[in-house]
């Protein structure tokens, strides 16, 4: 089926499922990462341990500091306008860890992040496998918090003039026009 040789991204008129998407591709680049990290990398050639590392670097250079701006500046002071009662307790709780989890990925991540140019640059093929596994752990129960909990919260509270707030401006931040009327 053609419609499988495509990986499509949601639109903005769904932020919701552009921050999964987000979180998907985010997925795919720990999976290079952990690959980098271990022994396994020394199947492969030198020019292919470059290109993954310079996919990695692409993708938490540009588009992870996109999706967290989109987070803490708008998703969840949205959803800190919108919950009440049991809602409101809940995010409350996990705001504070997911800003907090933000701030420990940015730290992690100058760890990794000349380890990865060196790499990409065919300096080194050095990525250490600890540094990799912290991120990785770190990433994967943050989106498992924001999947199970935060995401739900705002599809299920959001009105329609709130998703297209925060589509519009999750397209403002990337420097894409906003549809027609907006």
Same mark, same amino acid.
């Given at each position: 089926m053609? /419609? /499988?040789?495509?990986?499509? =991204?949601? &639109?903005?008129?769904?932020? %919701? =499922?552009?921050?999964?998407h987000?979180?998907d591709? #985010?997925?795919?680049?720990?999976k290079? !990462?952990?690959?980098?990290?271990?022994?396994? #990398?020394?199947?492969?050639?030198?020019?292919? %341990?470059?290109?993954a590392?310079?996919a %990695?670097?692409? +993708?938490?250079?540009?588009?992870?500091?996109?999706?967290?701006? &989109?987070e803490?500046? &708008?998703?969840?002071?949205?959803?800190?306008d919108?919950?009440?009662?049991?809602d =409101?307790?809940?995010?409350a709780?996990?705001?504070?860890?997911?800003? &907090?989890?933000?701030?420990? !990925?940015?730290?992690?991540?100058?760890?990794?992040?000349?380890?990865?140019?060196a790499?990409?640059?065919g300096?080194?093929?050095?990525?250490?496998?600890?540094?990799?596994?912290?991120?990785?752990?770190? +990433?994967?129960?943050?989106?498992?918090?924001?999947?199970?909990? #935060?995401a739900p !919260?705002?599809?299920?509270?959001?009105?329609?003039?709130?998703?297209?707030?925060?589509?519009?401006? !999750?397209r403002?931040?990337? /420097? #894409?026009a906003?549809?027609?009327?907006?």
């Amino acid at each position: 089926m053609i /419609s /499988s040789l495509f990986d499509t =991204a949601p &639109d903005f008129d769904q932020p %919701v =499922a552009v921050l999964k998407h987000c979180h998907d591709r #985010i997925r795919k680049q720990l999976k290079t !990462m952990e690959l980098l990290a271990s022994p396994a #990398i020394l199947a492969a050639t030198p020019a292919e %341990v470059r290109q993954a590392a310079s996919a %990695v670097l692409r +993708y938490f250079e540009k588009a992870a500091p996109l999706h967290h701006e &989109d987070e803490e500046h &708008d998703l969840l002071p949205m959803l800190a306008d919108t919950a009440r009662d049991d809602d =409101a307790a809940l995010l409350a709780r996990l705001m504070p860890e997911v800003l &907090d989890e933000h701030r420990q !990925m940015e730290l992690l991540w100058q760890r990794l992040q000349p380890q990865l140019a060196a790499i990409a640059a065919g300096q080194s093929t050095a990525l250490d496998n600890a540094d990799a596994t912290g991120f990785g752990k770190l +990433y994967l129960g943050h989106m498992e918090k924001e999947e199970g909990h #935060i995401a739900p !919260m705002a599809k299920r509270l959001f009105s329609t003039e709130q998703m297209q707030r925060l589509g519009n401006a !999750m397209r403002t931040r990337r /420097s #894409i026009a906003l549809p027609e009327g907006d």
